[in-house]
């Protein structure tokens, strides 16, 4: 029997906690408001973080908080694309976060039809993203599953049928 190194336990991501908290406190904000206040936020995770690494993190997660925020409060298209611009420059930790955020722009097509095309391929790139992930893995499934039902309910069939 071998050694086992205890494993290392990966500490809880710099302002992971308090993120959930400001999208609560924050319910009834303006997306400008909602943006400042996640950025403000940020700096100070960002004083707190060790590595480069932990600082992209940060970025990423407060990029895809923002993101998430417009979306909640229906924005104009220059205030989304702003959002989703930050994402995409920052880009993405896996496959799944890619899928969320591909998935979250899929459903604004009624909001932003001229951009139904691009959210289309945003959908498609993760998807293919996603099957580079073995079969069995949960995160593979769950996203695929979930990009299939914003597919019909955008009305978007698949181009081709796909492996899974």
């Known amino acids: ?86 994402t995409e420059n920052l880009g993405y930790d896996n496959p799944g976060r890619r899928a969320h955020i591909a998935c979250l722009f899929a459903l604004t097509v009624k909001q932003f039809p001229g951009q139904s095309e691009r959210a289309r391929r945003k959908l498609d790139e993760a998807e293919r993203h996603l099957l580079f992930l073995r079969k069995s893995h949960p995160v593979r499934k769950e996203n695929l599953k979930d990009i299939q039902r914003i597919r019909r309910m955008a009305g978007w069939e698949t181009s081709a049928p796909r492996a899974r």
């Open 1 to 86: 029997m071998r050694n086992r190194q205890p494993q290392k336990t990966e500490r809880e991501p710099i302002g992971a906690l308090e993120s959930g908290r400001l999208h609560l406190s924050l319910s009834k904000a303006t997306f400008a408001e909602f943006e400042r206040i996640f950025l403000e936020h940020q700096r100070a995770w960002l004083r707190k973080a060790r590595t480069a690494k932990e600082q992209l993190v940060i970025k990423r997660r407060t990029a895809e908080d923002i993101l998430l925020g417009a979306y909640g409060r229906e924005c104009t298209w220059a205030e989304f694309s702003r959002a989703l611009r930050r």
